[in-house]
């Protein structure tokens, strides 16, 4: 999944730029060695090694033997034997001309790596007063001051039991990684995996039982031949943003592409554009649960690192230009694989450039550009392994891909799981329900809106299902919301709800008229200040709303209906019902709405057709 910086330091520095010196050796093993170079040259690995174990027998105990073993054993494509003839070559003597200085750094990363955090200080300190490649003191800056964090983390929390679990996998997927939880229409396990003995990618959806998979399957149109890998997907199930590398059409190496899902079926993928893509690498997306910010990593030009976190937000169905997050968040390395939280405030993103535990672990900052606190996860989430794509259920146990320990160029992964949950995540209130026809009650696919009336902004726009009429919504904050439901040839309907009871899900239905005289339903988002007809400026939406139903209706007309409950005289609550709807009368005509096609009138107390007496007012068709 992820290689080791030190797998792809440059071949030519490694094996070229390192000469024989020949006053450092017998005349015998400096012609072992020169013949060892010789053979490599010409790619006959086991020549190479036998000509350089001869060389290592002749001069068992001259170091610099041992650095030329470890410069041949690279060149051969074996690691494992390259970090042993360091070791070697350390004990033996941790004094090395100024042409093997950066073995020093190619040591202690290893071995950092490997978690081995004191045996890997020591050259790491040598190298960050002798080292000259600004890429590897930077880095080498870094890593001793985890090597402190990590120490102090594996002492604060030893002897503690953490019950971290794992998907059990590797017998269908060599490595599994990017967990994706949805609610619809249950809920469902997305994942990016790689078959036994492949390494081709290709996004899957399975159910889980516990730590077991059950009925994986691999998802239709959007996998092809090539690879496709890293998906988000909205929380409602609804929305899929995939990479995928090499398409024709692309921008670059690899794009950013959409996906929306109808009937339970996920539709031909479209490549985000060029606001998101660009020539260079886009991939390991994260889309917000109202399906509006997408959150993404990339190595294009004009960033801090190699590869850099951007975002883009989706405003009136067009996604913005994509911007980097900013120097708070990256770094001179990689950042990639972002996750919101579901309640919308915190961003986690794995890195290698930061203080940690080790290779890339995950890190946690408040939602926003610019704020400057990142942490990271710490043990035991956080390991000497490559800790990437981070995810939380709606129930706050939290989900994240770890490389397995192991010797292989592309170590596989397994996706671990902690059932500690996170607090924030209680705030966090899923809102489910139906939306049917009033009259058939067959399930309509009509248009669901979301606003929070205490910060007056759109927090979501989804579908009810064709086939069900279920949608599901996640609300991240507790507040108070007007829910609006429009499908085209009905009225429509509006409702408020207050996600301030500690009840982490509620159920809303809805159920639309169809465009007749004689048809009524209430504002409920309509309101007044207690005993006046003046308009409070939560009402704002909902006038809006009205408007825009008249003017895609133009030969339709309405009666506004004003009522008022029991308080009051029978002349008082006639008049002020008057005056409520006159005034939501007002409201519309101000903003274009046409005066032929509304008419107000005062019911006062009058009983509305559900029975309530209520201070509210009502469309009536007519």
């Known amino acids: 999944m992820m290689r080791k910086l030190f797998a792809v330091l440059p071949f030519i520095f490694l094996l070229h730029s390192i000469g024989i010196d020949a006053q450092s050796f017998k005349r015998k093993t400096e012609k072992l060695i020169e013949k060892s170079k010789e053979a490599l040259y010409q790619r006959d690995w086991n020549a190479a090694i036998s000509y350089m174990k001869k ?22 494509g074996n690691i494992n034997e390259m970090i042993p003839a360091l070791q070697l070559a350390f004990s033996l003597s941790n004094s090395w001309p100024a042409k093997y200085h950066d073995y020093y750094f190619v040591l202690g990363k290893e071995l950092f790596d490997k978690g081995k955090y004191e045996v890997a200080e020591n ?24 090597i402190d964090f990590a120490l102090a983390e594996l002492k604060e929390k030893s002897g503690i039991n953490y019950d971290i679990r794992t998907i059990k996998s590797n017998n269908i997927f060599r490595s599994v990684y990017f967990p994706f939880f949805t609610l ?9 995996g790689q078959r036994t003995a492949q390494l081709e ?47 024709r059409g692309g921008l670059g190496s690899c794009d950013l592409y959409i996906s929306f899902s109808e009937d339970g079926k996920w539709q031909t993928p479209e490549n985000l554009g060029a606001n998101i893509n660009s020539s260079a690498w886009e991939s390991q997306p994260f889309l917000s649960s109202d399906g509006r910010l997408l959150i993404f ?87 000497y392994s490559d800790e990437i794509s981070y995810h939380q259920k709606f129930d706050g146990s939290r989900y994240w891909s770890r490389e397995v320990a192991g010797d292989e160029k592309y170590p596989p992964s397994n996706i671990f799981y902690f059932n500690e949950q996170d607090k924030k995540s209680d705030d966090v209130r899923l809102v489910y329900g139906y939306v049917i026809d009033a009259k058939s009650k067959k399930p309509l696919k009509a248009q669901v809106q979301i606003y929070d009336l205490e910060k007056d902004t759109l927090v979501h726009e989804t579908f009810s299902d064709r086939v069900s009429g279920l949608y599901k919504i996640v609300i991240p904050r507790k507040s108070d919301y007007s829910f609006y439901v429009e499908e085209q040839g009905y009225l429509f309907e509006s409702k408020q709800i207050s996600t301030k009871s500690e009840e982490r899900q509620q159920q809303l239905d809805f159920q639309l008229n169809k465009l ?63 005056q409520r709807a006159l005034a939501v009368y007002e409201a519309l005509v101000k903003v274009g709405v046409s005066k032929n096609q509304i008419s107000s009138k005062g019911y006062g107390e009058k009983a509305q057709p559900d029975g309530r007496y209520a201070k509210t007012v009502r469309i009536n068709i007519i």
């Not at 005289?517 to 409920?524: A, M």
Request: charge should be negative.
């Open 55 to 76: 060389a290592v027998d002749s001069a068992p105990d001259n170091h610099l033997v041992y650095l030329e073993k470890a410069a041949l054993y690279y060149g051969a």
């Open 123 to 146: 050259p790491l300190k040598i190298y960050a007063e002798k080292g000259y490649n600004k890429e590897f003191v930077q880095l080498t800056e870094v890593i001793l001051k985890s």
């Open 184 to 192: 619809y229409p249950s809920e469902f396990l997305y994942f990016t």
């Open 201 to 247: 990618e290709g996004i899957y959806r399975a159910q889980l039982k516990g730590d077991q998979f059950e009925r994986v399957e691999e998802v239709p149109v959007i996998n092809t031949s090539d690879n496709e890998g890293a998906a988000a997907i909205s929380a409602d199930g609804r929305v899929m943003v995939f990479t995928s590398c090499n398409r």
């Open 297 to 383: 990593s990339s190595n294009r030009k004009g960033g801090y690192g190699k590869r850099d976190l951007y975002y883009s937000r989706k405003i009136d169905g067009v996604w913005t230009k994509a911007e980097n997050l900013g120097g708070d968040i990256n770094t001179f390395a990689d950042e990639i694989s972002p996750f919101l939280s579901l309640a919308n405030d915190t961003i986690y993103f794995s890195s290698n450039g930061r203080v940690g535990m080790g290779g890339f672990d995950l890190y946690i900052a408040p939602w926003g550009v610019g704020n400057g606190m990142v942490e990271n996860l710490g043990y035991p989430i956080n390991t």
């Open 516 to 578: 007749d005289k004689g048809q009524s339903i209430p504002l409920n988002n309509i309101y007044f200040e207690f005993d006046s007809y003046e308009l409070n400026a939560k009402s704002k939406n909902e006038i809006h709303k009205v408007a825009n139903f008249l003017k895609q209706n133009p030969s339709m007309k309405i009666e506004i209906a004003g009522y008022t409950d029991q308080q009051g005289s029978d002349a008082y609550n006639l008049k002020l019902s008057e």
